[in-house]
């Protein structure tokens, strides 16, 4: 049994494929055909909808993609459709007077659309308008136009409008946030958190799940079942895990959701480090990183969009294993460990050796990613991260170079280098640290280090980019991190050319 809170109705279903997307369960079993499907890739945000969770003693909202989100992982949480902004006002004492149609006002960033003009042929404004609404739900009063603007860009930067219509949004989403005012979902906040806890603690919740779509809620629980359904596929965000099914057209059963797994969605603030449960998303983690690792933040923003970021996991991105993923160099650079665990036991393994091959990792048959252990940021250090590729948002990197540098005096006490798309696995450039470390932060040192690269690394050409040209950035990278880090002002000029 799977249950849930559509607005403030209590569902309780058994869904017969465990792979049913909320977008389908919404459009086909439940006639809310406000959220539309757009490209079924979580790109272009016409689909987006907002999940409300209790969080201590408020309820945190956040946007996701409903065409890749299964419905199995919304249980315990509250879904919200573009079909509940508006407000009920049939039952005030002024309702007789009014005509039907006018006993319903809209919500404040609906109204600012509105008054805008913020739709034109109106297949993305509902997308548009949840989105809207999670940043209006997470708006701070009195934040400045420039603070709203960038919190606009943000959340915004996942839906896509198809007749070019963006300014008269954007005007309506620094309008409608200037002064985020409590709204009807304010006034429900207790009301949807009690029944968010009776959900949490009912005996179909202790059982939830169905024979086909497993909800573990502990570490303990989650090893059992790895163990004992070995075929199933492990889910934590799904957003590529549901490219199989909406873009392939395949069908996935049996599948175990790790978000409700207790441990993994926790980070522990150890003394020398962080530990970051698998299931945790990459929202959270940015929240984490942000101060003590600006570039590494800086990235996070480019890892799709606010709707892919708040479904992505960290465990997710590194089991999946792509050579193009960005968060492995980095964690790698840092010299991060990967805490898996079985049924059985647990071990610790060094990011740099998790990747073995082509999407293989040393992850045995009954292990799981339990948790990453990231280093806090050390006096002196610095991580420096590049992203190259096509698109500055929302697209897969041709070249992502990691490099954690300690530099004193000139010299270049200790650097971890690691690059993705430079090789079948995520790596460290061993060879050029070598070149790099112990000699000074120079143009002679970083003409060896490029020369050292090219025996670290032997890049392909694919799509996304030629061999040559790989190579050839990641060399320039190098002279980009030594201008940055002794020579700033000449770096901004040769940027603005």
């Given at each position: 049994m799977i249950e849930f809170l559509l607005h403030n109705e209590v569902v309780q279903i058994e869904p017969e494929q465990a792979d049913l997307t909320v977008l389908e369960y919404l459009r086909e079993h439940r006639q809310l055909c406000g959220t539309k499907e757009?490209?079924?890739s979580g790109d272009c945000g016409a689909c987006t909808v907002v999940l409300a969770e209790a969080n201590g003693a408020d309820v945190r909202y956040h946007s996701c993609n409903s065409c890749i989100t299964f419905l199995g992982s919304i249980h315990g949480k509250q879904l919200i459709t573009v079909e509940h902004l508006k407000e009920n006002l049939a039952k005030d004492h002024l309702a007789k007077e009014r005509p039907a149609k006018e006993n319903h006002a809209l919500h404040p960033v609906q109204q600012a659309m509105v008054d805008h003009h913020g739709s034109q042929c109106g297949f993305c404004t509902p997308g548009f308008v949840m989105s809207l609404f999670a940043l209006y739900k997470n708006s701070v009063a009195g934040a400045s136009i420039e603070q709203r603007k960038k919190a606009t860009e943000q959340y915004l930067g996942g839906n896509l409008c198809r007749c070019t219509g963006y300014k008269p949004i954007i005007d309506a989403a620094v309008e409608s946030t200037a002064a985020p005012a409590p709204d009807r979902f304010s006034a429900l906040e207790s009301e949807t958190r009690r029944k968010l806890a009776r959900i949490a603690k009912s005996a179909k919740s202790t059982k939830a799940g169905t024979e086909n779509y497993h909800l573990p809620k502990t570490c303990a629980q989650l090893g059992r079942l790895v163990a004992r359904r070995p075929e199933a596929r492990l889910l934590g965000g799904g957003t590529d895990l549901a490219l199989e099914v909406t873009q392939q057209l395949k069908s996935i059963d049996p599948i175990i959701y790790v978000g409700n797994v207790a441990?993994?969605?926790k980070i522990t603030a150890r003394k020398n480090h962080h530990e970051i449960g698998a299931a945790v998303s990459l929202s959270d983690f940015?929240?984490?990183?942000?101060?003590?690792?600006?570039?590494l933040s800086h990235l996070l923003l480019r890892?799709?969009?606010r709707q892919i970021r708040n479904l992505a996991t960290v465990g997710g991105n590194?089991?999946?294993?792509?050579?193009?993923?960005?968060l492995p160099p980095a964690l790698i650079a840092l010299g991060a460990e990967v805490?898996?665990?079985?049924?059985?036991?647990?071990?610790?393994?060094?990011?740099d050796e998790f990747f073995i091959d082509y999407r293989k990792t040393v992850l045995a048959k009954g292990e799981f990613i339990r948790a990453v252990t990231m280093p806090r940021a050390q006096p002196g250090r610095k991580l420096k991260i590049y992203k190259i590729s096509k698109r500055f948002d929302d697209d897969i990197s041709a070249v992502c170079m990691a490099v954690y540098i300690h530099v004193h005096a000139g010299m270049i006490k200790s650097i971890r280098i690691a690059c993705g798309g430079m090789a079948a696995i995520p790596k460290r450039a061993v060879e050029c640290e070598n070149a790099l470390c112990g000699k000074p932060l120079d143009e002679n040192t970083i003409a060896q280090a490029q020369q050292a690269l090219a025996r670290d690394f032997q890049p392909i050409d694919d799509v996304r980019a030629s061999a040559g040209y790989r190579m050839q950035v990641a060399q320039n990278l190098l002279t980009r991190l030594r201008l940055e880090l002794t020579e700033p002002a000449t770096l901004t000029q040769v940027i603005q050319g």
């Open positions: 757009g490209c079924a441990e993994l969605v940015d929240d984490l990183v942000k101060n003590d690792y600006p570039d890892f799709g969009s590194i089991a999946n294993a792509s050579p193009i993923g960005d805490m898996l665990q079985s049924e059985t036991h647990r071990r610790k393994v060094k990011m």
